[in-house]
């Protein structure tokens, strides 16, 4: 075996490279965020919610399911080969979206795109904790995360900027060019696979193995089965904000911009935010973490049923942002303390197919109640969604024990001593 070692500083160039390649990740769906349901409804006369919607819940089903198969298939061809395959996937999607002549293009372009968001931000998520080891997961994945939805917010902003300028298409979508260029070369020459990461985290270990990943992580373990059902409902309310935000703010005469602005807010928060959550979920309980963000996400939710300001919409999306950046690096980060290494892959794949179908979810049942009624009773609706996940949280989950994790790093510092003196 190849003598590695694992921690942030000491991988900190690779590291530092899949930043940066998750931020591609991140942009290319940024290049969606903020105009592609004006697209729908201006240049292809897609009116009903439920098929505007439509390229989330097909976004959303794809992702999820490649997510799953990326975990399976990570531990056997190794996860660079993976991320690889999802840019070579990913390159004729801004092309698709610059010049479908039907609506069912862009759904074709969104299955190639969930495919690609599937291979590629499973693969830096899991190569990242593989680099890292146990102590700085929060970080890792709070960086992580940064880097994609940073980009996410910046693209959004940037086509918005752009399609108020110069139309809806097809230069919003040039940026998609230079993302998916840039993602695959970076990917193929500047990447290393970590699976020698995996297997000296494995002589260290001591977390027993799960006897069924996919039930466990689905419910049974009260640790993980409450990590799944927020990352679904997380997700669920994001499908929503994606696809409804757009459509309410324009209903109530907001400009291009200001759309752009708006909605690019929500990532901005999210992204920049987690370099902080990520650092505090491995320092404070993350039960608590995850409590807090989703009672934050459904209070910034309904409120959003009464804002008619530009400002209004910006807090909001501020408050939702936040919401949003204390949990996700801490669904990532307690996932990898809860799972052995030969597990993680497995476990981390199954957990975002359950957390990627609240995209397909959300759409579908805001989509729904939205065409039924109206936008603000599906907001709600999803909003106390939003609410019940985080009492799953409160009642479920329990705070690590301060006094046995010190204890697991004082048995982990121990192994990891003669090593160096050998070394």
């Known amino acids: 075996m190849k003598t590695v070692q694992l921690g942030l500083k000491e991988n900190r160039q690779q590291f530092i490279l899949l930043v940066i390649i998750n931020g591609f990740v991140g942009g290319m769906v940024g290049l969606e965020r903020s105009i592609l349901p004006q697209v729908a409804e201006q240049e292809f006369d897609v009116a009903v919610k439920t098929a505007l919607l439509s390229f989330i819940v097909v976004f959303g089903i794809v992702k999820a399911i490649t997510n799953y198969y990326t975990g399976i298939l990570a531990n056997k061809f190794g996860r660079k080969k993976l991320l690889v395959a999802g840019w070579v996937i990913a390159l004729p999607v801004p092309f698709i979206l610059m010049y479908a002549p039907n609506w069912n293009w862009i759904i074709a372009a969104n299955i190639l795109l969930g495919i690609n968001q599937g291979l590629t931000w499973s693969s830096t998520v899991m190569m990242k904790i593989d680099l890292v080891g146990e102590k700085q997961r929060g970080l890792a994945m709070g960086l992580n995360e940064f880097a994609g939805y940073l980009s996410v917010a910046l693209v959004a902003f940037l086509t ?128 608590k973490m995850l409590y807090t963000g989703m009672l934050l996400q459904a209070a910034a939710l309904v409120a959003m049923v009464w804002a008619g300001s530009m400002l209004h919409f910006i807090a909001i999306s501020v408050v939702l942002g936040w919401g949003t950046a204390m949990v996700y690096p801490t669904f990532l980060a307690t996932i990898a303390e809860h799972t052995h290494p030969q597990d993680r892959a497995k476990s981390i794949g199954i957990f975002r197919l359950w957390r990627d179908l609240g995209y397909a979810i959300g759409a579908v049942l805001t989509g729904i109640i939205a065409d039924l009624y109206n936008i603000h009773t599906a907001i709600v609706l999803i909003a106390l969604l939003t609410f019940i996940s985080a009492l799953i949280i409160y009642y479920r989950m329990q705070c690590a024990d301060t006094d046995t994790k010190n204890l697991f790093n004082q048995i982990h510092d121990q192994h990891q001593q003669p090593h160096a003196i050998t070394s």
Request: net charge positive; aromatic share 14%.
């Open 160 to 287: 918005g900027w752009v399609a108020g300028e110069y139309g809806l298409r097809p230069y919003p979508f040039y940026i998609g060019i230079v993302l998916s260029v840039a993602g695959l070369i970076g990917s193929i020459f500047f990447i290393r696979d970590t699976i020698y990461h995996v297997a000296k985290e494995t002589t260290t270990n001591f977390i027993p193995r799960l006897k069924n990943i996919f039930w466990d992580t689905t419910w049974k373990n009260k640790h993980l089965g409450s990590v799944t059902q927020a990352g679904l409902i997380n997700n669920l309310n994001d499908g929503m904000v994606w696809g409804i935000l757009p459509v309410l703010l324009a209903s109530q005469d907001f400009s291009l911009q200001q759309i752009g602005i708006i909605t690019a807010i929500y990532p901005a928060v999210w992204g920049i935010g987690q370099i902080i959550t990520g650092k505090m979920s491995d320092v404070f309980c993350k039960k």
